[in-house]
């Protein structure tokens, strides 16, 4: 019903910059919080920034001041911006949408996830 597609990892090195997107798409009414998600090997996934409809965000700790959450209500779709990024930033991000389908059905939607390596 819904599909969530990421793009804009790849590799880049220690204090660059990345721009992940994520396009949400489907039978969707509307859309509440939207969210980046990432997740590494042995590790629990942890949210790292999210977005509500109406512009409010939050952020980990660990990368305020580094990375910029925002999205495009028209587009249904979400970015995150990434600056200064540290080797231990390197994971596999996933976007996350809270959505509200044409039929008034409920859902957490996810995309597949997309890798960013941060090495020199």
């Known amino acids: 019903q819904v599909q969530l597609v990421e793009s804009g990892g790849g590799l880049v090195q220690p204090g660059g910059s990345l721009r992940l997107s994520c396009a949400a798409s489907g039978r969707i009414f509307s859309i509440n919080t939207m969210g980046w998600y990432r997740q590494t090997p042995g590790k629990q996934r942890e949210l790292v920034a999210g977005v509500t409809s109406g512009g409010s965000t939050n952020y980990a700790d660990s990368v305020k001041g580094r990375f910029t959450i925002s999205r495009d209500n028209a587009k249904n779709t979400v970015y995150l911006q990434m600056n200064s990024l540290k080797p231990e930033d390197t994971a596999v991000y996933s976007c996350?949408?809270?959505?509200?389908?044409?039929?008034?059905?409920?859902?957490?939607?996810w995309g597949k996830g997309t890798l960013v390596t941060v090495s020199s």
């Open positions: 996350n949408a809270q959505v509200m389908t044409t039929t008034y059905y409920r859902m957490n939607a």
